[in-house]
């Protein structure tokens, strides 16, 4: 099957920080990139959609400016959370697409907002 | 009302026991996910559904598209197949998740 990757796995950070998490397609291109987070116990939420060489596309509520997402290839997308509060602890997943139905997921992102 | 609905939430097994786990939708799809989460969080994708049925080694997925319902069963359960296993829905180019049931089968 494909292969995505996330780094870091998992991170600690201090309030007010900013944390970069990269997704990497290894064994195909995807022009579309889905970032997720999920909280405890619950489902994943999307937060955006992003597509090779363009701007990403937010969901309702998700702050822009706070996770800048770039998707500057068609085997690297990175999130950037900025200034990060305890409240952005989350788990976060990236989800390349190949075609219209066909997603994969990455291993997920463990982020601890001290 | 969740676009996307599960059953059970929480399922547990003795190993060897035969698993079904539910989902209902009420938009319109072109297609359903069957993914599983293992506790580290990694998700896997099952199956990718749009009619009938597919089987891989112990797992069997089926969809009604009429109904809007499709299952996701498991036969001859084993303590590895403990996770969380969600359904997800492609709606409008997005997919749409079920909050999941959590499966714990036992020795």
């Known amino acids: 099957g494909a292969v995505v990757s996330q780094h870091p796995s998992r991170v600690i950070c201090k309030s007010g920080t900013s944390v970069k998490i990269e997704c990497r397609s290894l064994?195909?291109?995807?022009?579309?990139m889905f970032w997720y987070r999920q909280f405890p116990k619950k489902s994943l939420m999307l937060m955006a959609t992003s597509n090779e060489g363009s701007k990403a596309t937010y969901e309702q509520g998700v702050e822009k400016d706070k996770f800048l997402i770039n998707h500057a290839s068609l085997t690297l997308s990175t999130l950037t959370v900025t200034s990060a509060h305890p409240e952005d602890s989350s788990f976060y997943i990236c989800?390349?697409?190949?075609?219209?139905?066909?997603?994969?997921f990455g291993p997920g992102t463990r982020l601890l907002v001290l | 009302k969740n676009e996307v609905e599960q059953s059970p939430q929480n399922l547990t097994a003795q190993e060897g026991e035969f698993i079904t786990i539910n989902c209902s939708y009420s938009v319109g799809i072109s297609a359903l996910h069957w993914l599983q989460q293992h506790p580290g969080g990694g998700i896997v994708s099952l199956f990718m559904?749009?009619?009938g049925k597919k089987k891989h080694g112990r797992l069997i997925a089926t969809i009604n598209i009429q109904e809007k319902h499709s299952s996701l069963h498991i036969t001859a359960s084993h303590p590895r197949d403990s996770a969380v296993y969600i359904c997800?829905?492609?709606?409008?180019?997005?997919?749409?998740f079920g909050t999941g049931t959590r499966l714990q089968v036992f020795p």
């Open positions: 064994d195909f291109q995807a022009t579309t």
């Open positions: 989800s390349p697409r190949i075609t219209s139905e066909t997603q994969y």
């Open positions: 997800a829905a492609y709606n409008t180019d997005k997919l749409i």
């Open positions: 559904l749009s009619s």
